[in-house]
């Protein structure tokens, strides 16, 4: 048996028995957490042992990441699995024999012709001694994107190869743009993309959203092969245009392939193709050149995408959840600013699974946030009956707003560290009342938001001196029947409120009563 050989039975064995303990440690994990949903008697579940949804969803979540980090770990091409014994610093070539012999095993199982000829064969070799860096790069960022292409190249029915064509043109960077103005991972000039549907204004750029961008380019590769009929001179029609493949073939005698046309072809286009194969080969055989992968920062199945109903920042997310602004805009490169616009449809972010779990389950803290930083004013107040003196906890009489009871109310302010269950302790009330009465559909809660709780807070120890109070105007107020309404003049309310115009009151205005 030789080494090869030997090598994969080996990785197979050890894969059998992994996926085996895999299944095992699954199935462990959820026979331990329905114990939570009450799968099991009740007298034979000690407290302790339950876990609650959000327990169960986090360990869910957990086996989850660590499966796809596996995954994304052992997804590799079949080179990988041979012993080579490199040293980190050797870079091994190989005879024109052996680089024609793997092209033509390349060839087998693909509709491009990969020809083997000395411009091809020169390409090759240049990436291989120049290029190695590039390759190791691209083939990091390969983890991000690739699955995403085969998934659409797939769905329009084109060959798989080319899922290496962004490599040539974009470097798998979704925000690189050209000296000509193309941009994104395929290159979409702006006029092209806008003839596929890639749109642009102040905020977005649709050519560097990696989805939108690879469906409109799988959208334009099969009308270009429906024009030409061959994938080479499809692939010179990417680059250089219809009209100039055109022009070409006329100037050719009429010429049907590629090699044939190419003399005629701008300089640039003239090495697109041998660069394309050049990449196909060394994305197949990097392991036979030595040239490792770099280490993925993240992996496409262990992403996942929530769409947003307001407009927001990515600085509030980052506030928030703790999520670096800049992997927040490396993920999402079709925004053109750190701003995400409301729009319809909405517009969607994307970001590893932990993270926008989290945010969904935030979504309303979101928002709130949002409002608090960038346009406080938009936030109703409650009415203040404590002295401003008071830092912390404020409380709060609800008679001057539209609320059905008559019960009085206070916030909180979330402390560093602070849950639900223990603000709920300290006020007497239950985590689903403070749930009911601040609108929250999760426990998670963050620091300095504002939480409504209805009593009397013995926390806060009255000030010696008269508290401020407020009135919030309401529709068909006026000065005079505000002041009748509080027992007080028009001039006492005045010297409350200097340089309110009170000819010019807007409904939700706060009012100084007292």
């Given at each position: 048996m030789t080494l090869k050989k030997k090598s994969c039975l080996e990785w197979l064995l050890n894969l059998k028995i992994y996926r085996m303990l895999r299944i095992k440690f699954f199935v462990a994990i959820l026979s331990v957490s329905f114990v939570g949903f009450g799968q099991t008697p009740a007298h034979l579940v000690k407290p302790s042992d339950t876990l609650n949804k959000d327990a169960f969803i986090n360990t869910i979540e957990?086996?989850?990441?660590?499966?796809?980090?596996?995954?994304?770990?052992?997804?590799?091409?079949?080179?990988?699995?041979?012993?080579?014994?490199?040293?980190?610093?050797?870079?091994?070539?190989?005879?024109?024999?052996?680089?024609?012999?793997?092209?033509?095993?390349?060839?087998?199982?693909?509709p491009f012709h990969l020809d083997c000829n000395a411009t091809t064969l020169?390409?090759?070799?240049?990436?291989?001694?120049?290029?190695?860096?590039?390759?190791?790069?691209?083939?990091?960022r390969s983890s991000l994107y690739f699955d995403l292409f085969e998934e659409k190249l797939a769905e329009y029915?084109?060959?798989?190869?080319?899922?290496?064509?962004?490599?040539?043109?974009?470097?798998?960077?979704?925000?690189?743009?050209?000296?000509?103005?193309?941009?994104?991972?395929?290159?979409?000039?702006?006029?092209?993309?806008?003839?596929?549907?890639?749109?642009?204004?102040?905020?977005?750029?649709?050519?560097?959203?990696p989805a939108m961008a690879t469906d409109a380019a799988c959208r334009y590769l099969r009308q270009l092969?429906?024009?030409?009929?061959?994938?080479?001179?499809?692939?010179?029609?990417?680059?250089?245009?219809?009209?100039?493949?055109?022009?070409?073939?006329?100037?050719?005698?009429?010429?049907?392939?590629?090699?044939?046309?190419?003399?005629?072809l701008p300089t640039e286009t003239q090495g697109y193709v041998p660069n394309f194969i050049a990449a196909a080969y060394l994305m197949t055989y990097h392991a036979e050149h030595n040239i490792i992968p770099s280490e993925a920062k993240h992996?496409?199945?262990?992403?996942?995408?929530?769409?947003?109903?307001?407009?927001?920042?990515?600085?509030?997310?980052?506030?928030?959840?703790?999520?670096?602004?800049?992997?927040?805009?490396?993920l999402n490169p079709i925004y053109?600013?750190?701003?995400?616009?409301?729009t319809v449809p909405p517009q969607c972010i994307t970001g590893p699974l932990d993270r926008i779990g989290l945010l969904v389950g935030l979504e309303d803290s979101l928002y709130y946030l949002?409002?608090?930083?960038?346009?406080?004013?938009?936030?109703?107040?409650?009415?203040?009956?404590?002295?401003?003196t008071t830092d912390?906890?404020?409380?709060?009489?609800?008679?001057?707003?539209?609320?059905?009871?008559?019960?009085?109310?206070?916030?909180?302010?979330?402390?560093?560290?602070?849950?639900?269950?223990?603000?709920?302790?300290?006020?007497?009330?239950?985590?689903?009342?403070?749930?009911?009465?601040?609108?929250?559909?999760?426990?998670?809660?963050?620091?300095?938001?504002?939480?409504?709780v209805k009593g009397e807070n013995k926390t806060v120890v009255q000030q010696p001196v008269e508290a401020k109070k407020y009135y919030y105007v309401k529709s068909g107020d006026t000065f005079s029947r505000i002041a009748e309404k509080h027992r007080m003049t028009q001039t006492q309310l005045k010297n409350l409120n200097p340089g309110i115009n009170i000819n010019r009151l807007q409904v939700g205005q706060r009012i100084r009563i007292r």
């Open positions: 957990q086996s989850f990441l660590l499966f796809y980090k596996d995954y994304a770990g052992k997804k590799s091409y079949d080179s990988l699995i041979a012993e080579l014994n490199y040293l980190p610093s050797d870079a091994p070539t190989f005879s024109d024999e052996v680089y024609c012999e793997r092209l033509e095993e390349m060839n087998k199982m693909s020169s390409t090759i070799k240049f990436f291989v001694s120049k290029r190695r860096g590039f390759i190791k790069v691209v083939l990091g029915g084109l060959p798989i190869e080319l899922k290496y064509l962004p490599v040539i043109e974009s470097g798998l960077r979704p925000q690189v743009k050209s000296r000509a103005g193309a941009l994104g991972l395929w290159q979409f000039m702006y006029r092209t993309g806008l003839y596929f549907g890639l749109k642009e204004n102040s905020y977005i750029d649709q050519r560097m959203d092969y429906g024009i030409y009929g061959d994938w080479n001179l499809v692939l010179a029609a990417y680059n250089a245009g219809p009209g100039n493949v055109n022009k070409a073939i006329r100037r050719s005698g009429n010429k049907t392939t590629y090699w044939e046309v190419r003399p005629f992996h496409h199945s262990t992403l996942d995408t929530m769409c947003l109903t307001g407009g927001v920042h990515m600085a509030t997310i980052e506030r928030l959840i703790n999520w670096p602004l800049d992997e927040i805009k490396e053109k600013t750190s701003y995400i616009p409301q949002e409002k608090s930083i960038y346009n406080p004013e938009s936030i109703v107040k409650p009415i203040i009956l404590v002295d401003d912390t906890n404020e409380s709060v009489n609800n008679s001057g707003n539209n609320t059905t009871d008559n019960e009085p109310y206070f916030y909180h302010v979330v402390k560093q560290g602070e849950t639900m269950n223990a603000i709920g302790t300290k006020y007497s009330v239950t985590v689903e009342q403070l749930m009911e009465w601040n609108a929250l559909r999760t426990t998670n809660i963050y620091a300095g938001q504002r939480l409504k």
